[in-house]
């Protein structure tokens, strides 16, 4: 159980977002691996994390594919989009 009151989104370079978790100790490797695959992390609270999820490019990036050969290896690997809510369970985007 966790009152996680913030999160964390990760943009990649093209500004889309391709990650968000609530800050909690569960999801703090994933969070660690976002930043050694060079996103940028922004933290919000978690009603702002759910609101940029709006964002039309949110989880479903269309660079990943055009910038492949533009990029290292290690920048172009796909994130796994997860989302916990404040008691743990997986979000999913609507
Ligand atoms: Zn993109």
């Given at each position: 159980?966790?009152?996680?009151?913030?999160?964390?989104?990760?943009?990649?370079?093209?500004?889309?977002?391709?990650?968000?978790?609530?800050?909690?100790?569960?999801?703090?490797?994933?969070?660690?691996?976002?930043?050694?695959?060079?996103?940028?992390?922004?933290?919000?609270?978690?009603?702002?994390?759910?609101?940029?999820?709006?964002?039309?490019?949110?989880?479903?990036?269309?660079?990943?594919?055009?910038?492949?050969?533009?990029?290292?290896?290690?920048?172009?690997?796909?994130v796994?989009p997860?989302l916990?809510?404040?008691?743990?369970?997986?979000?999913?985007?609507?």
């Amino acid at each position: 159980m966790s009152d996680a009151t913030h999160g964390y989104i990760a943009r990649r370079s093209c500004g889309c977002i391709v990650g968000a978790a609530v800050d909690i100790p569960r999801n703090g490797a994933e969070i660690g691996r976002w930043v050694k695959d060079g996103l940028a992390l922004e933290r919000k609270t978690v009603a702002e994390v759910r609101a940029a999820l709006s964002e039309p490019t949110a989880m479903r990036c269309p660079h990943l594919r055009s910038d492949s050969l533009l990029v290292t290896p290690a920048s172009v690997r796909v994130v796994q989009p997860t989302l916990f809510d404040p008691q743990g369970r997986k979000v999913q985007k609507s």
